[in-house]
């Protein structure tokens, strides 16, 4: 699977740009739906913001163990604590020390929005907002052919709508979707130019040895993140998406 650039640059053409000196006077919530989306769609964004001092959290949705099934020596716990350990070295490689948030969902296996689970996740998020102060809620796109990024698209959603903010999206495994522009054309794109922090977004993204093909071996269903999908942390911008219909 392969991004597609082309369509990123008509995107980025027709975006509105976002002042990171304005972007940084809020608070910020990511979410990540696994360990290393936050490089790999939001590097930028976390970089920019922990240089200016922003009031940031990263919370991840799910503990990332579905990557390496059935690798020997490695359960789904140990996959999980390996994932989680990556993780956090991610986040220094971005600039922040603070500990990301585990909301602890099984991965590939998300939770109905509505459901008692859902529902507990969301209330935790909104307390965290509100004891930090946080005005913008940014998850992956929903637009993302993964049960896992939708979910998170959904649980932002609600935070947001709790919160009375309007929620903002990043593109992750969107890019490689054939039909990626007319789905875009559904969505308003917003743009910050960073590229003084593409650097922290590779190394972030190469803390994540166990998705580039390193640490766990021998497993059946096996991940690696192909080489392409790579380069999305070379991208001088950081693009954001915010829904036609948000009120």
Known sequence: MTPRHASWRRAVLRARPLSLARAARDGWLVIAPH?????????????????????LKVAFLTDGSGSHVGA?????RRVAALRASEARAALRALGLAELPLALGWRDAAPHASGS???ERTVRRLVALCRRAGLRRVVA?????????????????????????????FY????????D??????????????????????????????????GRITGAHDRFVLPRAMRRLTDRPFTMLLEERDAA
């Open 35 to 55: 360990p290393d989306d936050e490089a790999l769609g939001a590097g930028g964004l976390i970089a920019s913001l922990a240089k200016r001092g922003a009031a």
């Open 72 to 76: 020997p020596g490695w359960g789904a």
């Open 116 to 118: 008692r689970a859902f």
């Open 140 to 168: 992956t796109w929903d637009g993302d052919p993964h049960c896992d990024h939708q979910a998170a698209a959904q649980v932002a959603r609600a935070v947001a709508r709790r919160i009375g903010v309007i929620p903002l």
């Open 171 to 178: 593109c992750v495994w969107g890019w490689t979707r054939d």
């Open 180 to 213: 990626v522009e007319q789905a875009l054309a559904q969505a308003r794109p917003i743009v910050f130019h960073a590229p003084q922090h593409r650097g922290a977004a590779r190394r972030a993204l190469a803390c994540h040895r166990s998705q580039l093909g």
